[in-house]
């Protein structure tokens, strides 16, 4: 399933998605806005599923990954590998480098748990 995004950069509104025709097991993607950025997400069984790839270098560019490793480690946070479908789609809207091979996942809970404890850090220097 290949998306395309005519028409849908520049400024994206906080909860624009996409939808394919809908079957068991299907995702849609769309856009959410989180501390003022704008991520790519995949709705998967109800659930906004980010890229973490996406979230470590827009989100935390100024906290090392080690930092935001062990942040991960200590709530508990885990990620899920998104399959062949789910990378083309994250591509598609530009969440993920064309490059990509692979991607993990992070639901929208552990996100906002993750900024939250993240909140704290001062930037690296």
Do not use: W
């Not at 950025?37 to 560019?61: P, R, W």
Request: net charge positive.
């Amino acid at each position: 399933m290949f998306l395309t995004c005519e028409g849908t950069l520049g400024i994206v509104p906080g909860a624009m998605e996409y939808r394919g025709e809908s079957r068991p097991g299907d995702f849609h993607a769309g856009y959410q806005e989180i501390e003022g950025i704008n991520l790519g997400y995949l709705q998967i069984n109800g659930t906004q599923m980010f890229a973490l790839a996406q979230v470590l270098s827009d989100l935390f560019k100024d906290i090392p990954r080690t930092t935001i490793s062990k942040k991960m480690e200590t709530l508990k946070i885990k990620s899920r590998r998104c399959d062949l479908r789910e990378l083309r789609t994250l591509k598609a809207i530009h969440s993920l480098p064309t490059r990509a091979v692979k991607c993990s996942l992070i639901s929208k809970a552990d996100l906002e748990a993750l900024c939250t404890s993240c909140k704290t850090l001062s930037p690296r220097r």
